[in-house]
C-alpha cells in the first residue's frame, strides 16, 4: 500500500467504523490497558485488540500459508503481517520516534518470510509502536505533525496507526478464511456457545 492510500484510510470516517466492526462480539477480554486512560488509553485499547487478533491469525495460519496471495500482484499472508510491522516502524519516525537501526521503510515489507521471523518483527513492532505511545505527554500528542501531505497533530499518526492495523486485520482475516483457518477468537466463541445452556 501506498503512503496516499494510508492518508486516504486515516482521513476516511467510515474506515474506522468499519474496521471496527470486523473484530465483532471477539473484542478483546480485556478493558482499557493498566495505567492509561483517556483518549491515549482508548487508543492503546484499541491497539492492542488488533495486535491480539493479528498475533492469534499469525499463528493460526500454516507456515505453508505464508507464501499464499489471492492474486497475482496482490500481498501474501506474509506480507500482510509485515506490512503492518513497517507500518508500525515507519509512521512514528514522522513524530519524531525512530525507528530500528537499519529499518527502510520502503522495503521493510519483504525483508522477512518464514513465520517464526514475521511473528517476531510483528509482536516487536506493536511493542515498539505501543511503547512510543505509552511515553507520548498529552501534550506532546497536540504537538502539529504533518505526514503523507496531511497536516494533523502527533496523536493523528496513532489514529492512523490505529485504524491501519485493523484494516489489514479485517484483509488477514479474509485470508485465513479463504485458506480455511477460522480465527482463533471465533472458535473459542464457538466452543463457549455450544457449552451454553440451550433456552
Same mark, same amino acid.
Given at each position: ?97 525512530? *525507528? ?6 520502503? %522495503?521493510?515489507?519483504? @525483508? !522477512?518470510?518464514?513465520? /517464526?521471523?514475521?511473528? +517476531? ?52 482475516? *479474509? ?6 483457518? %477460522?480465527?482463533?477468537? @471465533? !472458535?473459542?466463541?464457538? /466452543?463457549?456457545?455450544? +457449552?451454553?445452556?440451550?433456552?
Amino acid at each position: 500500500m501506498s503512503h496516499r492510500s494510508l492518508f486516504r484510510i486515516a482521513s476516511a470516517p467510515i474506515a474506522l467504523a468499519a474496521v471496527l466492526i470486523s473484530g465483532g462480539a471477539a473484542f478483546a477480554d480485556d478493558a482499557m490497558p493498566a495505567g492509561a486512560s483517556g483518549v491515549k488509553g482508548e487508543i492503546l485499547m484499541w491497539i492492542e485488540d488488533a495486535q491480539d487478533k493479528l498475533t492469534q491469525l499469525a499463528e493460526a495460519i500454516p507456515e505453508s500459508k505464508y507464501g499464499w496471495s489471492p492474486d497475482k500482484g496482490v500481498r501474501t499472508v506474509g506480507e500482510i503481517f509485515m506490512h503492518v510491522s513497517a507500518a508500525n516502524y515507519g509512521i512514528p519516525t514522522f513524530i519524531g520516534v525512530p *525507528a530500528p537501526t537499519g529499518f527502510d521503510f520502503g %522495503t521493510y515489507e519483504q @525483508t !522477512l518470510t518464514k513465520k /517464526a521471523d514475521i511473528m +517476531k518483527s510483528l509482536k516487536d513492532s506493536f511493542a515498539h509502536m505501543e511503547g512510543a505511545l505509552e511515553a507520548m505527554s498529552d501534550a506532546e500528542m497536540d504537538k502539529p505533525a504533518e505526514f503523507f501531505g496531511m497536516k494533523t497533530t502527533k496523536r493523528g499518526a496513532f489514529l492512523l496507526l490505529l485504524s491501519h492495523a485493523h484494516e489489514h486485520l479485517g484483509q488477514a482475516i *479474509a485470508y485465513a478464511r479463504s485458506n480455511r483457518v %477460522t480465527p482463533p477468537w @471465533t !472458535l473459542k466463541q464457538q /466452543a463457549a456457545e455450544a +457449552k451454553a445452556p440451550k433456552k
